[in-house]
């Protein structure tokens, strides 16, 4: 049950980004690395354990960015997609489309990327064949005259097409989402919010007032974004105790997964993929400052499904200015 909490409310940051990937211990996986795509140099971790070798989030150097996470189906058989949802945030990465035109021709644009033998034809309806997702993306435009970046796109096959942190709140969105000044997504309806989305937005909130109130450096500001992906509220009793779908519904209310035994509860068939342990192993932070420059920072926690030994997170830090784009 992934998380991503965006935020514009920081006057030294137009733009701050938290994000955990919950999965599989066992799912094959590239940490974020820059790689060029057709001139593009793109940066982002990439799921291995599909042939597509997508990802949930990316950033390139003109300052375009992805975050991707699943809608959660009622059904498990319904997770696995024909098509792998990874390959929404590199095509949109790589495109010279408008966001406008890029959405509207989504289906043809993701056709001609594909693998050869994914795909019978360009012609194909790949979204049909594309499992649950929302999908948050844009251009990271800072504004000259206020010094906030330019309003987002949201994207769901399971719900609407808007923006976010728009002024004027005239999108089609529901609830004023758009004019939200700090937004979380998990792996529900946007404007159907699950509990640790809901924690996530009110921590990013309080942690950013702090850090101006009491002058934080950027590594502080830094450890304590860490700190809100890493806040642990999931009950252990539920999992020990409940039955397996309850464990699974109790994912909804921790913004921090600890690692737990979902692989005999999904019974879901590539064993490549599923192993025993299920929980979150990657955290991310994107943030932005006023002269453009990006700071890409990426913790791994997990990447073997034993935790028999003491797990030495590693994080790694990219930087890179877009304002010279």
């Not at 942190?165 to 999108?171: A, I, K």
């Amino acid at each position: 049950m992934c998380i991503l909490i965006s935020s514009i409310e920081h006057p030294d940051y137009p733009f701050i980004l938290l994000s955990n990937r919950d999965e599989y211990f066992k799912r094959p996986t590239q940490r974020a690395h820059f790689k060029d795509y057709d001139g593009v140099r793109v940066l982002s971790p990439l799921d291995l354990g599909r042939q597509e070798h997508g990802t949930w989030i990316a950033v390139n150097t003109d300052g375009k960015l992805a975050v991707l996470v699943n809608y959660r189906e009622k059904s498990n058989k319904d997770q696995i997609s024909e098509i792998s949802r990874g390959v929404l945030p590199l095509q949109y990465l790589i495109s010279d489309e408008l966001n406008e035109e890029w959405y509207t021709k989504l289906n043809k644009l993701i056709s001609e990327k594909l693998p050869l033998g994914i795909l019978d034809t360009v012609d194909d309806n790949v979204l049909s064949r594309i499992g649950g997702f929302s999908i948050l993306y844009g251009q990271l435009n800072i504004n000259k005259s206020t010094g906030t970046i330019e309003p987002l796109n949201i994207l769901s096959n399971r719900g609407d097409v808007g923006k976010i942190f728009e002024s004027n709140g005239d999108t089609s969105i529901s609830d004023d989402i758009e004019i939200q000044k700090t937004f979380g997504l998990s792996n529900s309806l946007y404007n159907d919010p699950w509990r640790k989305v809901e924690l996530g937005q009110k921590m990013l909130k309080e942690t950013i007032q702090n850090s101006v109130k009491d002058n934080y450096t950027h590594d502080q500001l830094i450890e304590s974004c860490f700190e809100i992906l890493s806040y642990d509220t999931y009950n252990r009793n539920v999992a020990k105790n409940g039955t397996p779908h309850e464990a699974i519904l109790e994912l909804r209310n921790s913004i921090y997964i600890p690692p737990i035994e979902l692989g005999t509860v999904n019974q879901l068939p590539d064993s490549s993929t599923v192993g025993k342990f299920y929980g979150t192993r990657t955290q991310t932070i994107i943030i932005l400052d006023k002269k453009g420059n990006m700071h890409y920072y990426e913790r791994d926690i997990h990447s073997s499904d034993s935790i028999d030994k003491n797990v030495k997170s590693k994080t790694n830090h990219f930087q890179f200015n877009i304002s010279n784009k």
